[in-house]
């Protein structure tokens, strides 16, 4: 107890500090499946963006060593006297800001694609092309785009006269894509987005593709 604030990762997630990576995985798909803007409504997004953050470095090695690292430091200042310097100075972990948008690689996929922050490769792949300081410090992307949709309305006995749909059984619908990036990604690192909109026909996933400064 004592480490609740809102500001705990481990808490926001509901895992215990030396929960393994597959525990994290799966806090993290069931708390983004609950909160995703798409499904919960825009007043999530913020609560959503804080449980991305809190996967984004729990999930990085790296970052979750120095959070880890800060977590300690800050447990047991906040006890007794300062002047020991135990730790890390906290400059360190700043340059890091794994919670923040990369607000250039979000936003409508035709956008992205027109002005060359995206690719479409083969299958259901799309490219991100990151520069070198997006790929250091990491964050949060997020992508619209409109996906084919299995039609909801169609009667289960799929005869013609489905009006939704007109009898193709499929619909197009707005799917915001919520992806966290870690730092340091690797150049042909694959992302899922944290949720897929319900019904989707074909799941989208995207490649990070750094390249030098532009
Ligand atoms: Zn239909």
Known sequence: MGTNSPDDYYA???I????????LRRAWRQLALRWH????????????QKLSEAYTV????????????????????????SGDATGAPPATARHRAPGAMLSRLSGALNGLL???AARRAEGDVIELFLNAHEAAQGGMVTISMRVPVRCSACPPDAT???TR???????EELFSAWLAVPPDVVDGTLLMPSAQLRGMLRSVS???RRRGPL
Do not use: E
């Not at 803007?37 to 959503?48: L, Q």
């Open 165 to 171: 749909c007109r009898g193709t059984r499929t619909v």
């Open 16 to 23: 215990d500090s030396n929960a393994d990576s597959a525990k």
């Open 160 to 162: 013609a006269s489905c």
């Open 58 to 81: 729990l999930s990085d090695p790296t970052a979750r060593a120095a959070y880890d690292r800060r977590r300690g430091t800050a447990a047991r200042s906040s006890g007794v006297s």
């Open 114 to 116: 027109a002005c060359g």
């Open 37 to 48: 803007p798409d499904r919960a409504g825009s007043g999530a997004t913020a609560t959503f």
């Open 12 to 14: 926001l997630l509901g």
């Open 206 to 208: 995207f490649r990070v």
